[in-house]
């Protein structure tokens, strides 16, 4: 029965609601539909290191002001301060009159999208791919309604591209698991790029840790019963959700609820009298939306690409969606840096850091990849410097480390060796955009740090052997107080995942076969001092 109220229907132009909210902390967003889409690119979403060439919207010359109060879809400015949104201000694309649809309270469920069905007329084969529909996509997309299209031509000045956004919509709670898995895109096309999209594109717009698209069936709560599911596959209602992501529960952490849950049957198009959503008009009109999300590619720079932002309604015209773009947040930056880990022969309180001599303490160089993390590739590097490999530090680094996708960074030990000699430089270049971006890190070497002049000294460190270990670590105490010490191997995350007792006169013997390959700390508590030591497993 419940399908019967996702008829589509037009939208009847309603009063503009643009005051402020009547409390002091809680604001109402404010939507401008007064902007040029060209002006909406250059003024407000542009930021560092980006040009930007051809602004369209729909498909139209973008320096053309978009109709306000019709359809078929609509663009304008936001702001959003201290509103439920998260974002301070921006771009917003939406599936309606953005200025009726979207500013709060949500105290009421918006069946009509507030334009015209565009299936036949319109179809969007790029947005139709993400919903997932292998039958609209053999059909020429035809399962694509109302959308919001936003594209340029852009040059990038930096070797990463990124945009912060927040997608939201009026299909949560009630149609999530559904053929009405409304959608949107960040797709770039372009020199180097390779995707299954028109031109070759990809798709931006991944769930963090994933590489699956967001959407409504992808990002939610997680907790949804059978009476709220609303998948045409009735003996599986959660059949949509798992065939555009396995793991779509386990999303509810980038998913914020706004009012949107109700009692089977379907109310009526009216009310929602969930408070504090339906009266405090920090809330917007959606019933629920994503947490902050950032969107990135690499790309080369001096290089022209193209980017389409896209949100749809799918299969019909009805409960909108919209997505909002941060202000100046399209832009270019760094997309690898290296950092050193803390450690017990580390200085990292001057400009660059000082790695000290050590017998018993390795250095682990991180190497971070800040964006474009579906990729598999490999991070070229080189290295300048008076430090000698194999003398000063040890092993050599490699010409080249491979990030696997979805890494975030991969780290790299070694040892300083004890040596009696000046101080030394090793300088390591990270060199990307086909060498036309060269980033240099210089790290001092620097002799063995004396008893007293530091409260990480030699003598105040774990001995450690081996490490990297396997299944199997030896540690001994320095010299100093004697009694029962505490021995814990804590995660990257800051878990706790071995503890032990142990005494500090004796060499103890830690099993490590339960966990599995990477870094951890190594805490040992004696008399309420904590000395720590980094460890690696590798099995």
Same mark, same amino acid.
């Given at each position: 029965?419940?399908?019967?109220?996702?008829?589509?229907? /037009?939208?009847?132009?309603?009063?503009?609601?643009?005051?402020?909210?009547?409390?002091?902390?809680?604001?109402?967003?404010i939507i401008d539909q007064g902007l040029t889409p060209d002006s909406l690119v250059r003024n407000v979403l542009l930021g560092a290191a980006v040009e930007v060439h051809d602004v369209r919207f729909n498909g139209a010359d973008g320096t053309l002001l978009v109709p306000v109060g019709i359809g078929p879809?609509?663009?304008?400015?936001?702001?959003?301060?201290?509103? *439920?949104?998260?974002? =301070? +201000?921006?771009?917003?694309?939406?599936?309606?009159?953005?200025?009726?649809?979207?500013?709060?309270?949500?105290?009421?469920? #918006?069946?009509?999208?507030?334009?015209? =069905?565009?299936?036949?007329?319109?179809? #969007?084969?790029? @947005?139709?791919?993400?919903?997932?529909?292998?039958?609209?996509?053999?059909?020429?997309?035809?399962?694509?309604?109302?959308?919001?299209?936003?594209?340029?031509?852009?040059? =990038?000045?930096?070797?990463?591209?990124?945009?912060?956004?927040?997608?939201?919509s009026e299909e949560y709670e009630r149609w999530v698991c559904s053929e009405y898995n409304d959608v949107f895109g960040f797709f770039l096309s372009g020199p180097g790029i390779t995707g299954p999209f028109q031109d070759s594109a990809i798709n931006l717009a991944y769930v963090p840790g994933s590489l699956?698209?967001?959407?409504?069936?992808?990002?939610?709560?997680?907790?949804?019963?059978?009476?709220?599911?609303?998948?045409?596959?009735?003996?599986?209602?959660?059949?949509?959700?798992?065939?555009? &992501?396995?793991?779509?529960?386990? !999303?509810?952490?980038? $998913?914020?609820?706004?009012?949107?849950?109700?009692?089977?049957?379907?109310?009526?198009?009216?009310?929602?009298?969930?408070?504090?959503?339906?009266? &405090?008009? $920090?809330?917007?009109?959606?019933?629920?939306?994503?947490?902050? @999300?950032?969107?990135?590619?690499?790309? /080369?720079?001096?290089?022209?690409?193209?980017?389409?932002?896209?949100?749809?309604?799918?299969?019909?015209?009805?409960?909108? *969606?919209?997505?909002?773009?941060?202000?100046?947040?399209?832009?270019?930056?760094?997309?690898?840096?290296?950092?050193? &880990?803390?450690?017990?022969?580390?200085?990292?309180?001057?400009?660059?850091?000082?790695?000290?001599?050590?017998?018993? #303490?390795?250095?682990?160089?991180?190497?971070?990849?800040?964006?474009?993390?579906?990729?598999?590739?490999?991070?070229?590097?080189?290295?300048?410097?008076?430090?000698?490999?194999?003398?000063?530090?040890?092993?050599?680094?490699?010409?080249? @480390?491979?990030?696997?996708?979805?890494?975030?960074?991969?780290?790299?030990?070694?040892?300083?060796?004890?040596?009696?000699?000046?101080?030394?430089?090793?300088?390591?270049?990270?060199?990307?955009? !086909?060498? #036309?971006?060269?980033?240099?890190?210089?790290?001092?070497?620097?002799?063995?740090?004396?008893? +007293?002049?530091?409260?990480?000294?030699?003598?105040?460190?774990?001995?450690?052997?081996? !490490?990297?270990? +396997?299944?199997?670590?030896?540690?001994?105490?320095?010299?100093? =107080?004697?009694?029962?010490?505490?021995?814990?191997?804590?995660?990257?995350?800051?878990?706790?995942?071995?503890?032990?007792?142990?005494?500090?006169?004796?060499?103890?013997?830690?099993?490590?076969?339960?966990?599995?390959?990477? @870094? $951890?700390?190594?805490?040992? *508590?004696?008399?309420?001092?904590?000395?720590?030591?980094?460890?690696?497993?590798?099995?």
């Amino acid at each position: 029965m419940e399908q019967l109220f996702r008829s589509p229907a /037009l939208q009847v132009a309603s009063t503009l609601l643009v005051a402020l909210a009547s409390t002091t902390t809680h604001a109402q967003v404010i939507i401008d539909q007064g902007l040029t889409p060209d002006s909406l690119v250059r003024n407000v979403l542009l930021g560092a290191a980006v040009e930007v060439h051809d602004v369209r919207f729909n498909g139209a010359d973008g320096t053309l002001l978009v109709p306000v109060g019709i359809g078929p879809s609509e663009v304008g400015r936001f702001d959003g301060s201290n509103t *439920s949104i998260g974002i =301070p +201000g921006g771009v917003v694309l939406s599936t309606n009159v953005a200025m009726h649809h979207i500013p709060g309270p949500n105290d009421r469920l #918006d069946r009509t999208g507030g334009g015209f =069905p565009l299936s036949s007329a319109m179809p #969007d084969m790029d @947005l139709s791919r993400l919903t997932g529909n292998a039958q609209a996509l053999a059909s020429g997309g035809n399962n694509i309604y109302n959308k919001a299209v936003l594209e340029f031509d852009l040059v =990038p000045q930096n070797d990463m591209l990124a945009v912060r956004y927040v997608f939201s919509s009026e299909e949560y709670e009630r149609w999530v698991c559904s053929e009405y898995n409304d959608v949107f895109g960040f797709f770039l096309s372009g020199p180097g790029i390779t995707g299954p999209f028109q031109d070759s594109a990809i798709n931006l717009a991944y769930v963090p840790g994933s590489l699956s698209p967001v959407s409504i069936n992808t990002v939610n709560n997680g907790q949804l019963t059978a009476d709220n599911a609303n998948g045409p596959s009735w003996a599986d209602p959660f059949a949509p959700c798992f065939a555009l &992501d396995s793991n779509w529960q386990a !999303n509810a952490q980038y $998913y914020r609820y706004n009012g949107g849950q109700w009692p089977a049957p379907l109310p009526v198009e009216g009310d929602q009298q969930e408070a504090p959503y339906n009266v &405090d008009p $920090y809330y917007i009109q959606h019933n629920g939306l994503t947490v902050v @999300l950032t969107a990135s590619a690499a790309v /080369l720079i001096g290089e022209t690409y193209h980017i389409k932002m896209g949100v749809a309604n799918v299969e019909d015209n009805s409960y909108p *969606s919209a997505v909002f773009i941060q202000q100046q947040s399209l832009a270019c930056q760094d997309r690898f840096t290296l950092t050193v &880990d803390a450690g017990a022969n580390v200085d990292l309180s001057g400009t660059d850091p000082v790695l000290y001599e050590s017998l018993v #303490d390795s250095v682990y160089l991180r190497f971070n990849r800040w964006g474009a993390s579906y990729l598999d590739e490999h991070l070229h590097i080189a290295v300048e410097g008076d430090a000698l490999a194999g003398l000063d530090y040890a092993p050599a680094l490699p010409d080249s @480390l491979h990030f696997n996708a979805l890494d975030s960074a991969v780290v790299v030990p070694i040892a300083i060796p004890v040596r009696t000699d000046v101080p030394r430089q090793l300088v390591i270049h990270l060199i990307t955009s !086909n060498g #036309d971006k060269v980033l240099s890190h210089t790290l001092n070497i620097n002799g063995q740090l004396t008893v +007293g002049t530091a409260d990480h000294g030699t003598k105040e460190s774990l001995s450690i052997f081996p !490490n990297p270990a +396997g299944s199997t670590v030896y540690v001994a105490f320095p010299p100093g =107080p004697q009694g029962a010490v505490e021995l814990q191997v804590v995660d990257m995350a800051g878990r706790v995942v071995l503890r032990q007792m142990t005494s500090s006169t004796v060499r103890s013997k830690l099993d490590l076969g339960h966990l599995p390959d990477g @870094l $951890y700390t190594l805490k040992a *508590s004696l008399q309420g001092k904590v000395i720590s030591a980094r460890l690696q497993v590798r099995h």
